[in-house]
Nanobody
Framework: VQLQASGGGLVQPGGSLRLSCEAH????????ISWFRQVPGKDREPVSC????????TYVNSVKGRFTISRDNAKNMVYLQMNELKPDDTAVYYC??????????????WGKGTLVTVSS
């Protein structure tokens, strides 16, 4: 089981980025996939999750209305579209999965992170 996050970079406040999470070794259709982020010196924070075998999604309050999580089963990918980015969104972003369908379960597998920097 492997997850690989990509798509991070430097963007100005108000800009957009789309992060991708590619799954290898399993079909992510039936698994919950979460995005977390971490700033140095702080705990890892859950950002968003999409339930397995469902289009049900969850978001942390600070990103509601700005971020959208989605899944492309044909490509075995999950995306995080991030709009109206703010400096507080600066972090390393990780995708993760419990290999179960529920977002309420703690992740068992983590991908390497991708750095998002929001700065002018």
């Amino acid at each position: 089981v492997q997850l690989q996050a990509s798509g991070g970079g430097l963007v100005q406040p108000g800009g957009s980025l789309r992060l991708s999470c590619e799954a290898h070794g399993f079909s992510l259709d039936g698994s919950a996939i979460s995005w977390f982020r971490q700033v140095p010196g702080k705990d890892r924070e859950p950002v968003s999750c999409i339930y397995g075998s469902s289009e049900t999604t969850t978001y942390v309050n600070s990103v509601k209305g700005r971020f959208t999580i989605s899944r492309d089963n044909a490509k075995n990918m999950v995306y995080l579209q991030m709009n109206e980015l703010k400096p507080d969104d600066t972090a390393v972003y990780y995708c993760a999965t419990p290999l179960e369908r529920l977002c309420t379960l703690g992740p068992a597998y983590w991908g390497k992170g991708t750095l998002v920097t929001v700065s002018s």
